[in-house]
Protein backbone atom coordinates (compact mmCIF):
# COMPACT_ATOMS: atom_id res chain seq x y z
CA UNK A 1 0.00 0.00 0.00
CA UNK A 2 1.69 3.75 -0.89
CA UNK A 3 2.08 5.95 1.59
CA UNK A 4 2.42 9.63 1.07
CA UNK A 5 5.59 11.32 1.69
CA UNK A 6 5.35 13.58 4.68
CA UNK A 7 5.09 17.21 3.43
CA UNK A 8 8.04 18.58 3.14
CA UNK A 9 9.27 22.20 4.27
CA UNK A 10 12.18 24.01 4.01
CA UNK A 11 13.28 27.28 6.58
CA UNK A 12 15.46 28.98 5.23
CA UNK A 13 18.34 31.41 7.00
CA UNK A 14 18.57 34.99 5.87
CA UNK A 15 20.25 34.73 2.26
CA UNK A 16 22.76 37.17 1.58
CA UNK A 17 21.74 38.08 -2.53
CA UNK A 18 24.27 36.54 -4.90
CA UNK A 19 24.97 39.34 -7.23
CA UNK A 20 25.79 38.91 -10.90
CA UNK A 21 29.24 37.46 -10.78
CA UNK A 22 27.31 34.09 -12.45
CA UNK A 23 27.60 30.56 -11.56
CA UNK A 24 30.96 28.77 -11.62
CA UNK A 25 31.72 25.20 -12.27
CA UNK A 26 32.17 23.45 -8.94
CA UNK A 27 31.36 26.38 -7.17
CA UNK A 28 30.24 26.89 -3.39
CA UNK A 29 27.01 28.64 -2.81
CA UNK A 30 25.82 28.85 0.60
CA UNK A 31 22.98 30.84 2.35
CA UNK A 32 22.21 32.68 -1.02
CA UNK A 33 19.40 34.38 -3.00
CA UNK A 34 19.40 34.10 -6.34
CA UNK A 35 16.33 36.50 -7.71
CA UNK A 36 15.92 37.59 -11.43
CA UNK A 37 18.60 36.37 -13.12
CA UNK A 38 19.06 35.40 -16.02
CA UNK A 39 21.35 31.93 -16.01
CA UNK A 40 20.80 31.16 -19.43
CA UNK A 41 24.13 29.14 -21.21
CA UNK A 42 25.93 29.66 -17.77
CA UNK A 43 27.95 26.88 -16.73
CA UNK A 44 27.81 25.51 -12.94
CA UNK A 45 28.54 22.04 -13.47
CA UNK A 46 29.28 20.15 -10.17
CA UNK A 47 28.52 22.89 -7.90
CA UNK A 48 26.90 22.85 -4.74
CA UNK A 49 24.01 25.06 -3.43
CA UNK A 50 23.37 24.79 0.53
CA UNK A 51 20.42 26.79 2.15
CA UNK A 52 19.75 28.51 -0.96
CA UNK A 53 16.86 30.89 -2.54
CA UNK A 54 16.48 30.39 -6.28
CA UNK A 55 13.54 32.98 -7.40
CA UNK A 56 12.27 33.79 -11.17
CA UNK A 57 15.56 32.75 -12.80
CA UNK A 58 15.86 31.86 -16.76
CA UNK A 59 17.51 28.59 -17.15
CA UNK A 60 17.70 28.29 -21.18
CA UNK A 61 20.37 25.65 -21.52
CA UNK A 62 22.30 26.23 -18.23
CA UNK A 63 24.40 23.34 -17.06
CA UNK A 64 24.54 22.39 -13.94
CA UNK A 65 25.43 18.76 -14.35
CA UNK A 66 26.05 16.60 -11.13
CA UNK A 67 25.06 20.26 -8.98
CA UNK A 68 24.23 19.21 -5.73
CA UNK A 69 20.92 21.01 -4.04
CA UNK A 70 20.44 20.77 -0.63
CA UNK A 71 17.84 22.30 2.29
CA UNK A 72 16.95 25.03 -1.11
CA UNK A 73 14.02 26.26 -2.23
CA UNK A 74 13.43 27.29 -6.24
CA UNK A 75 10.71 29.53 -7.57
CA UNK A 76 9.27 30.31 -10.67
CA UNK A 77 11.95 28.85 -12.63
CA UNK A 78 11.90 29.29 -16.64
CA UNK A 79 13.48 27.64 -19.10
CA UNK A 80 14.49 25.54 -22.14
CA UNK A 81 16.70 22.52 -21.96
CA UNK A 82 18.51 23.07 -18.46
CA UNK A 83 21.18 20.32 -17.80
CA UNK A 84 20.30 18.59 -14.85
CA UNK A 85 21.60 15.45 -14.95
CA UNK A 86 22.85 13.42 -11.88
CA UNK A 87 22.66 16.37 -9.92
CA UNK A 88 21.12 15.52 -6.53
CA UNK A 89 18.66 16.73 -4.24
CA UNK A 90 17.88 16.62 -0.68
CA UNK A 91 15.01 18.69 1.23
CA UNK A 92 14.28 20.63 -1.65
CA UNK A 93 10.90 22.66 -2.88
CA UNK A 94 10.36 23.33 -6.29
CA UNK A 95 7.12 25.49 -7.34
CA UNK A 96 5.73 27.03 -9.96
CA UNK A 97 8.29 25.89 -12.65
CA UNK A 98 7.78 26.60 -15.87
CA UNK A 99 10.47 24.32 -17.71
CA UNK A 100 10.92 21.93 -21.06
CA UNK A 101 13.24 19.63 -22.34
CA UNK A 102 15.19 19.22 -19.33
CA UNK A 103 17.59 16.62 -18.88
CA UNK A 104 17.91 14.90 -15.22
CA UNK A 105 18.80 11.67 -15.70
CA UNK A 106 20.54 9.82 -13.12
CA UNK A 107 19.62 12.57 -10.79
CA UNK A 108 19.14 11.51 -6.94
CA UNK A 109 15.74 13.34 -5.67
CA UNK A 110 15.59 12.72 -1.93
CA UNK A 111 12.75 14.55 0.19
CA UNK A 112 11.55 16.73 -2.74
CA UNK A 113 8.10 18.35 -3.23
CA UNK A 114 7.54 19.90 -6.70
CA UNK A 115 4.24 21.70 -6.33
CA UNK A 116 2.38 23.57 -9.14
CA UNK A 117 3.97 24.49 -12.53
CA UNK A 118 4.36 22.64 -15.57
CA UNK A 119 7.13 20.36 -16.97
CA UNK A 120 7.58 19.13 -20.59
CA UNK A 121 9.99 16.36 -21.82
CA UNK A 122 11.16 15.55 -18.50
CA UNK A 123 13.99 13.19 -18.61
CA UNK A 124 14.20 11.16 -15.43
CA UNK A 125 15.62 8.42 -17.01
CA UNK A 126 17.78 5.93 -14.49
CA UNK A 127 17.24 8.58 -11.58
CA UNK A 128 16.29 7.68 -7.86
CA UNK A 129 13.61 9.52 -6.70
CA UNK A 130 13.09 8.35 -2.89
CA UNK A 131 9.68 10.42 -1.01
CA UNK A 132 9.35 12.89 -3.67
CA UNK A 133 6.17 14.14 -3.80
CA UNK A 134 4.25 16.00 -7.15
CA UNK A 135 1.69 18.50 -6.06
CA UNK A 136 -0.74 19.79 -8.43
CA UNK A 137 1.84 19.45 -11.36
CA UNK A 138 1.08 19.09 -15.26
CA UNK A 139 3.94 17.01 -16.15
CA UNK A 140 4.32 16.06 -19.90
CA UNK A 141 6.38 12.68 -21.32
CA UNK A 142 8.54 12.30 -18.67
CA UNK A 143 10.35 9.50 -18.91
CA UNK A 144 10.88 7.03 -15.64
CA UNK A 145 12.25 4.24 -17.49
CA UNK A 146 15.02 2.16 -15.66
CA UNK A 147 14.57 4.81 -12.75
CA UNK A 148 13.61 3.78 -9.01
CA UNK A 149 10.64 5.59 -6.97
CA UNK A 150 10.16 5.13 -4.15
CA UNK A 151 7.79 6.00 -1.31
CA UNK A 152 6.35 8.86 -4.53
CA UNK A 153 3.00 10.67 -5.25
CA UNK A 154 1.44 12.87 -7.43
CA UNK A 155 -1.27 14.31 -5.92
CA UNK A 156 -3.62 16.34 -7.90
CA UNK A 157 -1.21 16.03 -11.02
CA UNK A 158 -1.52 16.08 -14.97
CA UNK A 159 0.71 13.14 -16.11
CA UNK A 160 0.18 12.71 -19.75
CA UNK A 161 2.13 9.78 -21.68
CA UNK A 162 4.94 9.29 -18.95
CA UNK A 163 7.22 6.26 -19.75
CA UNK A 164 7.62 3.39 -17.18
CA UNK A 165 9.59 0.81 -18.82
CA UNK A 166 11.89 -1.04 -16.99
CA UNK A 167 11.00 1.48 -13.80
CA UNK A 168 11.36 -0.18 -10.24
CA UNK A 169 8.15 1.30 -7.80
CA UNK A 170 7.41 0.73 -4.72
CA UNK A 171 4.54 2.21 -2.66
CA UNK A 172 4.01 4.57 -5.49
CA UNK A 173 0.55 6.85 -4.96
CA UNK A 174 -0.55 7.18 -8.43
CA UNK A 175 -4.20 7.42 -8.21
CA UNK A 176 -4.58 11.16 -7.21
CA UNK A 177 -3.14 11.43 -11.05
CA UNK A 178 -5.00 12.19 -13.89
CA UNK A 179 -2.76 9.33 -16.27
CA UNK A 180 -3.11 9.52 -19.57
CA UNK A 181 -1.12 7.39 -21.99
CA UNK A 182 1.33 6.22 -20.03
CA UNK A 183 3.42 3.49 -21.24
CA UNK A 184 5.66 0.71 -19.50
CA UNK A 185 2.45 0.34 -17.85
CA UNK A 186 3.66 -3.69 -17.10
CA UNK A 187 6.17 -1.54 -14.87
CA UNK A 188 3.77 -0.38 -12.52
CA UNK A 189 4.05 -2.90 -10.17
CA UNK A 190 4.29 -1.41 -6.64
CA UNK A 191 1.88 1.19 -7.73
CA UNK A 192 -1.65 2.19 -6.04
CA UNK A 193 -3.97 3.49 -9.02
CA UNK A 194 -7.62 4.28 -8.63
CA UNK A 195 -10.50 1.71 -9.85
CA UNK A 196 -11.56 4.40 -12.41
CA UNK A 197 -7.81 4.38 -13.45
CA UNK A 198 -8.06 0.91 -13.99
CA UNK A 199 -10.17 0.91 -16.45
CA UNK A 200 -8.51 3.83 -18.21
CA UNK A 201 -5.75 1.88 -18.08
CA UNK A 202 -7.32 -1.37 -19.79
CA UNK A 203 -6.46 -0.62 -22.98
CA UNK A 204 -2.50 -0.22 -22.54
CA UNK A 205 -2.04 -3.36 -20.74
CA UNK A 206 -4.00 -5.50 -23.45
CA UNK A 207 -1.36 -3.87 -26.21
CA UNK A 208 1.34 -4.22 -23.66
CA UNK A 209 0.65 -8.21 -23.43
CA UNK A 210 -0.10 -8.77 -26.86
CA UNK A 211 -3.68 -8.94 -26.78
CA UNK A 212 -6.53 -8.48 -29.46
CA UNK A 213 -9.39 -7.04 -28.45
CA UNK A 214 -12.92 -7.76 -30.01
CA UNK A 215 -15.65 -4.82 -29.91
CA UNK A 216 -18.65 -5.71 -28.97
CA UNK A 217 -18.23 -9.49 -27.75
Same mark, same amino acid.
Given at each position: ????PR???VDL?D???????GL??????????L?D?????Q?G????F??????????????L??????????AD???????L?E?????V??S?P?L??????G?????? &?????K???L???? &???Q?VR????V?????? @??A?????S????????P??????L???DL????L?APR +??T?? @??????Q?????? @????? @??? +??T?L?G?
Amino acid at each position: MARAPRRLEVDLPDLEPFGDAGLEQAGEYDALELRDLDLSGQDGRDARFLECGVYACRLDETRLRGARFADCVLADLQGVAPDLAETSWLDVVVSDPRLAAVQAFGADLRRV &AVRGGKVDYLNLRG &ATLQDVRFEGAVLREVDF @AEATLVDVSFDGCQLVEPDFSRARLERVDLSGADLRAPR +GVTSL @AGATIAQSQLYDL @APAFA @AQL +GLTVLEGR
